[in-house]
Every structure is written in C-alpha cells, then in structure tokens.
C-alpha cells in the first residue's frame, strides 16, 4: 500500500482513540465529559476523508456520474482500491465514534455503571453492532403512555 494511504488509514483511528479512551477508561470524569463536550472528536475521521477525497476524486467522481445500473458494481470497484478504503475507515470511525460517543452519553444519563458503560464504550467502537444491542439490552427503556412517530 502507498505509504500516504497508509498514513491517512491510520490517522482517523488515531484521532479518535483519546475520546475513545477516556470514555472507556474514565466514563463519569468532568475530563471525559469535557473532551466530548464538543464536535473536535470529528475533525480527524473527517478531515482524511476529505483529503483523500481531493488527492483521488476518480473514484466518487465515477460513482456519482456513471450508470445508475452499474452503481453496484461501481461501489466494489471504488472500495477495492487504496482510496477506496481509507475512505471507507474514516467513514467507519467517524460513524463509530459519533454512535459511541451517543451510546455513552445514554449510559452516564442512566447511571448504568461503570461496567456497563465500558462494555458499551468497547463495543461501540470494536464492533458497533454488538455495542448497539448492548445499548438497547441495558439502557432502561422509558415509557410515556404516547405513541412517538
């Protein structure tokens, strides 16, 4: 792999582990809830994307301007390349570190506990579909009597 592609897979994860650390680590601390207080955690995932997008635009380029019919295959083609995939992780942990950082946010609002919250921080950003079951299994699930649309 290019080493710039390299460098630019590695940076969104990078970027993100502090905010993810200290969720994990210190979830209840002013510090955590301070840090995450703002949009910052965003810019790193955000900006690679960005950069990758402007040092190789063929790839979107392609996807946005070609047959509808052969979007499919376009997406393949795009997502196999060096390009491809850096976009695909920044988008990933960009989506992963805002979902975490939500789940957590949830958490700490219903006092689940430092193990629980932990378990969700983990799999929010390990595996984001068993940290959101988690989420859903272990946050109190509050009712109103009204029906929300």
Not at 17 to 43: A, V, Y
Not at 113 to 121: E, Q
Not at 123 to 148: A, C, D, R, S
Request: charged share 15%.
């Amino acid at each position: 792999m290019e080493t710039v592609n390299i460098v630019l897979f590695l940076i969104p994860t990078i970027w993100v582990g502090p905010f993810w650390l200290l969720m994990l680590l210190e979830p209840e601390s002013d510090r955590t809830k301070q840090w995450l207080s703002g949009d910052l955690l965003f810019i790193g995932p955000l900006s690679i994307w960005l950069l990758a997008t402007i040092l190789n635009p063929s790839g979107l380029i392609g996807l946005l301007t070609g047959n509808p019919a052969d979007f499919f295959d376009t997406m393949v083609e795009l997502l196999g390349t060096e390009t491809g995939t850096v976009l695909a992780w920044s988008h990933f942990v960009a989506g992963d570190i805002m979902a975490t950082r939500w789940m957590w946010r949830k958490a700490i609002e219903h006092n689940l506990g430092l193990n629980k919250t932990r378990a969700i921080v983990f799999f929010g950003v390990m595996l984001m579909p068993v940290g959101l079951l988690l989420h859903v299994i272990l946050n109190p699930q509050k009712t109103t009597g009204k029906t929300e649309v």
